[in-house]
């Protein structure tokens, strides 16, 4: 079976050619999940994998899978990747760390498209669009488990964060159907658009986007609720759809546009389009919210797209026609220890923090070419690779502007894995004017939260 088009006529001459087919983080390592992030691309015409390495964009391992494969999720702790073989009928799971195939799980005659795992690891949901069910795999075993029926073709499963439910796209019935992960029962059925073929829940778990291909629209379902609190109209065919790690903006791919559409999804609207693909499909963004992986599938392409300028800044040659994309996780390390000192003023827009932090075992940092990402409360920025300077005794220093806030950061190791940071920014809109709040802080792979009483002036 060949990837879901917008016109029936066309999805089926693809199905047709499919059964015609023969029967066939801190320090760099080997090791996949720990060099994280990487994009595990499935290409459905050369039943292959391409693995891309995100830090430098190129291919660095292509694994032979089985026949047709769409869909690709990769599991919490990056370990694994499991991919779907339509037209073989079964899961192909690969260990990140050799980039092979270790198990092959079979779904029966149900011809599985689209993949998710469980935010807790213990699940993988698939959907088939030949036999109108889900598939549910224990990632233990690697076995099915259980067997739900849903609409009519599925195609996309998203689970929420929670690992409560998983939403199911069902193409020709016009609906998402919503499964209890607990019960693994349908506990409702929600009517959207023409021919729904993508899904994706926001991060806080409060909405699931659904991609309507033949309405040219996403659906917005309240997951409290599961009705449709808003329809977004989008460009032509949209198939796939993505959300930045902060769940700020959506990312929908327009397959006969050629196009990619990014949602706002604080006002839900359309605030770009980034054009330059041929028949995008896929999407995946970075787990540092600044790329978007989008797979091309008539040129054999993965497009790269900065989320900062919502430009193309490079493309991957991959294999026979790419259409599934997921990325690895970067794996964190928590804090030992993490304390802070807050004050904002809410006039000005301003704030300063004054941290202390002691890395975990193992742990180590290099603002030099690591994200600096500060969370305060509803305020965030990201101070980007590359963007510190080296000070004197041992000191990393940065003064610019992100976002329209004025920020200077001063971080200091103090020895035994222990730093001292200090940033002060001016002009930010939406900081907290509340205690208490919450104070995140990442660089690379290593993070921590405390809880803060500021001293708002």
Avoid at 127 to 146: F, K, L, Q, W
Avoid at 221 to 236: E, K, Q
Wanted: aromatic content about 8%; glycine content about 10%.
């Amino acid at each position: 079976m060949i990837k879901v088009r917008n016109v029936c006529k066309a999805w089926f001459e693809r199905v047709a050619w499919a059964w015609r087919l023969p029967v066939l983080l801190v320090a760099l390592g080997a090791v996949a999940a720990e060099a994280a992030p990487f994009a595990y691309v499935t290409e459905q015409t050369s039943g292959t994998v391409s693995v891309i390495d995100t830090a430098t964009n190129t291919v660095v391992a292509t694994v032979t899978v089985q026949i047709g494969p769409p869909g690709v999720a990769i599991t919490p702790n990056g370990a694994f990747a499991y991919v779907v073989n339509t037209a073989s009928n079964t899961v192909s799971v690969i260990d990140t760390a050799t980039n092979t195939v270790v198990h092959t799980v079979p779904v029966s005659s149900s011809s599985p498209f689209g993949v998710a795992i469980t935010p807790n690891g213990a699940f993988a949901y698939v959907a088939n669009v030949g036999s109108n069910t889900v598939s549910v795999i224990d990632t233990a075993t690697n076995t099915v488990v259980h067997t739900v029926g849903v609409g009519s073709q599925p195609s996309a499963v998203a689970i929420t964060p929670n690992s409560a439910f998983a939403y199911v796209a069902n193409q020709t019935s016009n609906t998402a159907s919503v499964i209890d992960t607990a019960t693994n029962t349908v506990v409702a059925t929600v009517p959207v658009g023409f021919f729904p073929r993508g899904v994706a829940v926001t991060p806080d778990g409060a909405f699931a986007y659904v991609v309507n291909g033949n309405s040219n629209t996403v659906s917005v379902i309240d997951t409290t609720t599961n009705t449709v609190v808003a329809v977004i109209g989008v460009g032509f065919a949209p198939y796939g759809v993505a959300f930045t790690p902060n769940g700020a903006f959506a990312y929908v791919t327009n397959s006969n546009s050629n196009t990619v559409s990014v949602i706002d999804s604080s006002t839900r609207a359309v605030v770009g389009t980034v054009a330059g693909f041929s028949d995008p499909v896929g999407v995946a963004i970075t787990p540092d919210g600044t790329r978007a992986y989008v797979a091309s599938f008539l040129t054999n392409t993965v497009s790269v797209i900065d989320a900062a300028t919502n430009t193309v800044v490079a493309t991957v040659t991959v294999g026979s026609g790419p259409i599934g994309v997921a990325i690895t996780p970067i794996v964190q390390e928590l804090f030992a220890a993490f304390t802070a000192k807050v004050d904002i003023t809410l006039a000005t827009g301003a704030f300063e923090v004054n941290s202390s932090f002691t890395l975990g075992a193992g742990g180590s940092i290099d603002p030099l070419t690591q994200n600096v990402a500060l969370q305060l409360g509803s305020f965030s920025t990201t101070i980007p690779a590359g963007s510190f300077r080296q000070g004197p005794h041992g000191k990393f220093l940065f003064s610019g502007i992100i976002n329209g806030v004025a920020l200077e950061a001063n971080l200091t190791p103090d020895g035994g894995g222990s730093y001292t940071l200090r940033i002060e920014g001016v002009g930010a809109s939406n900081l907290p004017t509340a205690n208490p709040l919450t104070l995140a802080l990442t660089i690379g792979k290593n993070t921590g939260s405390t809880s803060v009483n500021a001293d708002f002036q």
